[in-house]
């Protein structure tokens, strides 16, 4: 019989469901965004995230069971976001999920957000069907983490590399800001970065020795790069503003993809991997994704994008193999805001 996992996913601003048969077929994938409540702050606020979660979570629910066919009662187990995020936002999910598993008496699963982006590739067309095989190394890159993680077979992890201050995705969307770009920013610096003749350039932390990483600087240098160039904080007379936009964006895009595709293919090959796994809304950018793939000697798989950003499809997967491993969790859970991978 195929074992049916309903996904939720509330730890940042996406409420999401998805259904997922045996870990690897998608049944449904629901997503919500809240992107157009937070953009005119500029980033997620805490409280308004949670609110819309509390609106939107039940309608998400009952569309990703619909979409799949597949009625509540019908589910094998529960699998639920428990952390890292944001309290009040994983609060929904969490509570919502308890109240499903113990209505109908099945397991509540907790999964740790960043695994379930590295699950997200077990899913549909990036499925490992080629199966590479452990150990693998993994890039967990989103608003709150860029993680180099060596897998080292399923639900084993060692934290190898990291952001010793702003995460890759946070660097992006500071970036955009200082552009006068919108919110989230990633897919905006992308969006205008096309086009760019590569004529500006920004500096790169190599953090030498290290597989961590540092975005902090970059951003500061974008932003004398803006200021000199006459586009910050607002245009200059004369500037041809659209033509600097587009430079800037690119010069930012492609110190950060240079950076991070050369630590994930050194690597890569400091731990002999038999492949590596992206995950996270910043591998659903394409020069990241294209740079990784032209580096990398070994087999690369990368989520489609709308599986690399947050969802609740990875959280079912995910799920999945704890379930098959007998994890399940007590209904007493707390959120865990700071939770760690590896
Ligand atoms: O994984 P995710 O959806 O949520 C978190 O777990 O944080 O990642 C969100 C982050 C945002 O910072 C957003 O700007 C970034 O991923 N992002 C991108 C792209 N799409 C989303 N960054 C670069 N290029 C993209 N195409
Ligand atoms: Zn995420």
């Given at each position: 019989?195929?074992?049916?996992?309903?996904?939720?996913?509330?730890?940042?601003?996406?409420?999401?469901?998805?259904v997922v048969e045996d870990g690897r077929t998608l049944l449904s994938n629901v997503i919500s965004s809240q992107a157009h409540l937070h953009s005119k702050y500029g980033g997620v606020v805490p409280e308004i995230a949670s609110r819309q979660h509390v609106r939107d979570l039940v309608p998400v629910l009952e569309q990703a069971s619909a979409n799949a066919g597949v009625g509540l009662e019908e589910m094998d187990a529960i699998a639920v976001t428990f952390g890292p995020g944001l309290a009040g936002s994983l609060i929904t999910g969490v509570n919502a999920a308890k109240a499903i598993a113990y209505s109908l008496g099945i397991p509540l699963i907790g999964v740790n957000h960043l695994e379930g982006h590295i699950y997200a590739s077990w899913l549909g067309q990036g499925d490992l069907a080629s199966d590479p095989g452990f150990p693998l190394a993994c890039l967990v890159a989103s608003g709150g983490h860029t993680d180099l993680l060596l897998m080292e077979g399923h639900g084993s992890y060692k934290l190898v590399g990291r952001s010793r201050d702003d995460a890759a995705g946070e660097a992006f969307d500071k970036a955009a800001r200082i552009l006068g770009l919108g919110f989230p920013g990633g897919p905006e610096i992308q969006r205008v970065s096309k086009g760019a003749t590569g004529e500006e350039t920004l500096p790169r932390a190599w953090m030498k020795d290290t597989l961590d990483f540092s975005f902090s600087g970059l951003k500061t240098a974008l932003l004398h790069l803006a200021q000199d160039r006459g586009i910050y904080p607002a245009p200059e007379d004369g500037v041809d503003q659209e033509r600097l936009i587009r430079e800037l964006a690119a010069a930012f895009q492609e110190s950060v993809v240079d950076v991070i595709s050369s630590k994930l293919v050194e690597m890569a090959a400091k731990y002999r991997v038999k492949g590596l796994v992206l995950g996270g809304g910043v591998t659903a950018n394409s020069r990241l994704r294209e740079e990784i793939v032209r580096r990398s000697p070994f087999p690369v798989i990368i989520p489609p994008p709308i599986l690399c950003t947050d969802n609740?499809?990875?959280?079912?997967?995910?799920?999945?193999?704890?379930y098959l491993r007998g994890e399940q969790t007590p209904l007493d859970i707390d959120v865990d805001p700071g939770l760690l991978l590896g």
């Open positions: 019989m195929a074992i049916k996992i309903l996904g939720i996913e509330t730890s940042c601003d996406e409420t999401a469901a998805g609740g499809a990875m959280i079912a997967t995910c799920g999945y193999f704890q």
